[in-house]
């Protein structure tokens, strides 16, 4: 807005959030909006719909591929969002695997790592337990309409609303679950470096979270199936926590279902710290190397390349 907006909170009691304080509240409320639209789509798709008498049954959903698109595009808004949200502030991280690839490549301070963390692990607690609060009427139905294996009540599926699990394909294994999950993050983070580096065919700054988002859309259509596409360890020990905290017991943590998967909780945590960094080093070594060293050497565009004309800088 082009008017200037008189503060909430006296300029003098403002000054500590100018700094590090500040950015970490940027980062919380980024965060929560990344999983209050996240989760709250798979809260759609998984009770809402089928509670509310607009798919065939109270337990029925997923009945074509087609309706993945739901939840996919449900966590790309979310990423666009909360991205949109923070990013004036804190540059709007909103996941651990962003914030330390950036420490290790991007020159981000190892002194504030700590603390976005923090602040992404409540923030993803909150968002959680806000969706719980709006949606716990279909949650609770779905899980007493729901047959098979429960946990004080509560199934697997009503638990997948809220963090992730391997499909039943890796027969509890722990290799695929990890490699999806450092592939997954890998991707997401060359990107996002692609998209935010000045010196390639960067975005306008302002529709970088739109394409961000449609990275992680990107990413839940081509390998959501394997593991929940969690990419981001907020995003999924946040809601854990909060599951945890609320009755779903073994199913959150340590993340266990009798003949299908256990101690899962960590994967979803180790998989994108070690997939981020992959993916910046990637990106910077096929990629970001080239540009530097062009840059450097005063280098004119590749041939081919498009780029701005005499008449259209001036």
């Known amino acids: 807005m082009a008017v200037e907006i008189p503060p909430l909170i006296k300029p003098s009691r403002l000054r500590r959030r100018g700094g590090l304080w500040g950015e970490c509240l940027a980062e919380f409320l980024g965060t929560f909006v990344l999983i209050a639209f996240g989760c709250g789509s798979v809260a759609m798709a998984v009770a809402a719909l089928p509670g509310s008498g607009r798919t065939e049954g109270p337990t029925t959903f997923f009945l074509g591929a087609g309706d993945w698109l739901l939840i996919t595009w449900g966590w790309a808004f979310a990423v666009v969002f909360g991205v949109y949200v923070a990013g004036g502030v804190s540059g709007a991280h909103i996941n651990p695997a962003v914030t330390l690839a950036f420490a290790v490549r991007r020159r981000f301070p190892w002194v504030k790592v700590v603390p976005y963390w923090c602040a992404q692990l409540v923030g993803a607690f909150a968002g959680a337990a806000l969706v719980y609060a709006v949606y716990h009427d279909a949650i609770n139905t779905f899980d007493a309409a729901m047959k098979g294996p429960k946990t004080n009540g509560h199934t697997v599926a009503s638990f997948s609303i809220f963090a992730t699990f391997p499909a039943p394909y890796f027969h509890g294994g722990v290799w695929g679950p990890l490699v999806d999950q450092i592939v997954g993050t890998a991707l997401l983070l060359m990107l996002i470096a692609a998209v935010v580096d000045l010196r390639n065919t960067a975005v306008k700054a302002?529709?970088?979270?739109?394409?961000?988002?449609?990275?992680?859309?990107?990413?839940?259509i081509s390998y959501g199936a394997n593991a929940?596409?969690?990419?981001n360890p907020a995003r999924d020990f946040g809601p854990r926590l909060f599951t945890f905290a609320a009755g779903w017991g073994d199913l959150a943590l340590p993340g266990s279902l009798a003949g299908s998967f256990s101690h899962y909780w960590w994967?979803?945590?180790?998989?994108?710290?070690?997939?981020?960094?992959v993916g910046v080093l990637a990106y910077d070594l096929f990629v970001g190397d080239v540009l530097t060293v062009r840059a450097q050497e005063g280098l004119p565009p590749e041939s081919g390349r498009t780029r701005a004309s005499t008449q259209d800088e001036e």
């Not at 994967?267 to 960094?277: A, D, E, F, T, Y």
């Open 267 to 277: 994967i979803p945590i180790v998989g994108p710290l070690v997939g981020g960094v």
């Open 206 to 220: 302002n529709l970088g979270p739109l394409v961000i988002g449609f990275v992680v859309a990107a990413i839940g």
């Open 228 to 231: 929940g596409y969690a990419i």
